[in-house]
């Protein structure tokens, strides 16, 4: 089982719409997560960071923290095609060396 | 926004050649992180830093080594480069306190071995 789970899409949604990208992690001793965006040939962009169970809402995304379902998402609303590129759920534990470990990313395309 | 550079952005060389990818980061951060991303694939961990003089292995095997003589300083070298070392290299630092914990990257190097 991988430690970071993403569906690898594409999600495809309408211009003006709301995507959700959705995240599973596998150790429960994990305390900070992060959403990337990263384009194409491009280096990853943090976009979201979240540390605690609920939301948190920045501009047009929302990060949603599930401890105990070890699940976080991310929501874009009104999505753009601007938006379409490949968002990574990365993962760090605080014990030890504090590295991120991604999952492999959902790609969306946010139609015109 | 992140202050962190890597150079060269793009790299063609040939078999057997040695090279070094820079990564400097200009925030102070004590933390410093190499990533390997072949395309379209997920990003691995290959090596990390805590500070100068404090080097790891990542997750994935690697053949190449990293050295930290100065906080901002991360370069990666690879002492004889082969084509299954095409990828792309990304470098990333962070202040990683009890609190926050972002990791910021570089631009990459995207290195190919004919």
């Known amino acids: 089982q991988k430690e970071v789970e993403q569906n690898s899409g594409p999600l495809s949604v309408p211009e003006g719409a709301i995507a959700s990208l959705n995240c599973t992690y596998s150790?429960?001793?994990?305390?900070?997560f992060f959403w990337y965006r990263q384009y194409s040939g491009k280096s990853p962009e943090l976009i979201m960071s979240i540390y605690s169970n609920g939301d948190k809402e920045d501009g047009r995304f929302t990060a949603q923290l599930n401890k105990a379902s070890q699940y976080v998402s991310l929501l874009i609303r009104d999505s753009q095609p601007s938006d379409s590129a490949t968002y990574l759920c990365a993962v760090t534990k605080y014990t030890g060396r504090r590295a991120l470990t991604f999952g492999s990313g959902t790609r969306l395309q946010v139609q015109p | 926004e992140a202050d962190i550079y890597q150079t060269p952005r793009y790299l063609v060389i040939g078999t057997g050649k040695k090279i070094t990818l820079e990564c400097s980061q200009t925030m102070g951060h004590d933390k410093m992180y190499w990533y390997q991303q072949d395309p379209g694939m997920e990003l691995h961990l290959i090596h990390y830093s805590y500070g100068v003089n404090s080097t790891e292995k990542g997750d994935l095997s690697s053949e190449s080594t990293v050295s930290r003589i100065r906080t901002e300083h991360f370069p990666l070298t690879l002492e004889s480069a082969r084509p299954s070392h095409t990828s792309q290299y990304l470098c990333?630092?962070?202040?990683?306190?009890?609190?926050?914990?972002?990791?910021?990257f570089g631009p990459g190097t995207r290195l190919t071995v004919l």
């Open positions: 990333a630092s962070t202040e990683s306190s009890e609190v926050r914990d972002e990791q910021f």
């Open positions: 150790d429960r001793v994990s305390q900070s």
